[in-house]
């Protein structure tokens, strides 16, 4: 017989955050639908001037979600067809999914055993006459090691494209996530850790013109002047105006429920006994999107903390070019940290308002399975 839940720990709880803000989201509303500003307008202008500021660039332009946001900055570098994009392996299917998307071929490379994020040596050691740029994800909140990667990427000419789809508000060496490459998306999907009510997404750039033609590419390629002329191909990537206002609203919040995310990291990692964490780089201050360790018995312990009331994920349990669509672009040699390393990760409860209580039971429900 499976011991009665003391208790009941989430891998997620978003109404903690939201809650307590329902006012201010009600106004939202109110404010957003008699104004008709449904698409683009105040809210967005708003919010897309608020979150430059907070990553410390020129420019930010809101779309419809993060795997939008990186297609966008790809074509809008005129990087498609015959040209290579570098692609770290451990990562969220839709880093590769854009380069697809955008004509460009995905060359996966495997990642640092400590932190299993993209590395200078990684990109130095795939780097081709063919390769135009390369996609640096910030997992699970922490940013790749800028510094190595910025001076790799200059001596050979290779964009650096930043997925910060997982790292809102995290910094290298005190350097916002978000503000190191060419340009960077962004996604608001709701679990991440600013989130929208729906999708959402944005990119961040300190380059002028190539924001104008991300803006241009993402409203059907409709001349910047002229709104019956189009220049470019386009798409139809916008944000919502009370998808914007609800932004606005859980941005002025987001340090400090990233502080929670800290808060929670460090209990996590005082009194973690039996499996490791995976690391977080001294330069860089991460922002906790997800809590991921390595286990050896993944699957019983998941089981087991299920059985205990305690949420609990895989991120990502098939790299990239293991699944089917993308086998095609599959590495001549296999990328080891990362496939060594796919059956073995997994993701324990993390968001702001997570407990002490609810951390210290999850710590001995972990105990408890390795003490049988
Ligand atoms: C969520 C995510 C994306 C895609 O964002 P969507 O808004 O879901 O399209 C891209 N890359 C990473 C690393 C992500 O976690």
């Not at 380069?99 to 993209?118: E, H, M, N, Q, W």
């Not at 997982?166 to 005190?174: I, L, R």
């Not at 994920?313 to 086998?327: A, G, T």
Request: charged content about 20%.
């Amino acid at each position: 017989m499976a011991p009665p839940n003391a208790m009941n720990v989430p891998f997620l709880d978003l109404a903690s955050m939201h809650e307590p803000l329902k006012a201010e989201f009600d106004e939202v509303w109110a404010k957003v639908t008699e104004a008709n500003a449904f698409i683009g307008g105040t809210w967005c202008e708003k919010f897309e001037e608020e979150f430059a500021a907070y990553i410390g660039t020129e420019h930010a332009i809101g779309c419809a979600n993060g795997t939008d946001a990186l297609e966008l900055i790809i074509r809008a570098l005129e990087i498609g067809p015959g040209d290579e994009v570098i692609v770290p392996a451990n990562t969220f299917i839709a880093t590769a999914e854009a380069v697809v998307a955008a004509g460009a071929v995905p060359v996966f490379v495997d990642v640092d055993p400590d932190t299993l994020l993209i590395t200078a040596e990684g990109i130095d050691a795939a780097a081709t006459s063919k390769t135009a740029a390369v996609m640096v994800v910030h997992l699970y909140g922490q940013p790749a090691a800028m510094d190595s990667i910025v001076a790799v990427c200059e001596k050979r000419g290779i964009a650096i494209i930043e997925d910060t789809a997982q790292a809102h508000g995290a910094t290298w060496d005190g350097k916002k996530a978000g503000s190191f490459g060419v340009a960077a998306g962004f996604s608001f999907y709701p679990g991440k850790n600013l989130g929208a009510f729906g999708d959402g997404g944005a990119i961040t750039t300190n380059d002028g013109a190539l924001a104008e033609q991300i803006r241009s590419i993402a409203f059907h390629g409709r001349s910047i002047t002229s709104r019956y002329h189009h220049d470019n191909m386009g798409m139809n990537s916008r944000l919502d105006g009370i998808q914007a206002g609800i932004l606005s609203v859980k941005l002025k919040h987001l340090d400090e429920w990233n502080a929670g995310r800290q808060r929670a990291r460090d209990r996590y990692e005082a009194g973690l006994t039996d499996l490791e964490l995976v690391k977080v780089h001294e330069r860089a201050k991460s922002v906790h999107h997800l809590c991921v360790v390595q286990s050896d018995n993944r699957e019983e312990l998941m089981a087991f903390l299920s059985e205990r009331g305690i949420g609990n994920s895989i991120h990502y349990p098939v790299p990239c070019h293991m699944n089917d669509p993308f086998k095609e672009w599959a590495p001549k040699v296999a990328p080891v940290v990362t496939e060594t390393a796919a059956p073995k990760i997994m993701s324990l409860p993390m968001f702001p308002a997570l407990t002490d209580e609810m951390i210290d039971y999850t710590l001995k429900a972990i105990h408890d399975f390795h003490a049988q």
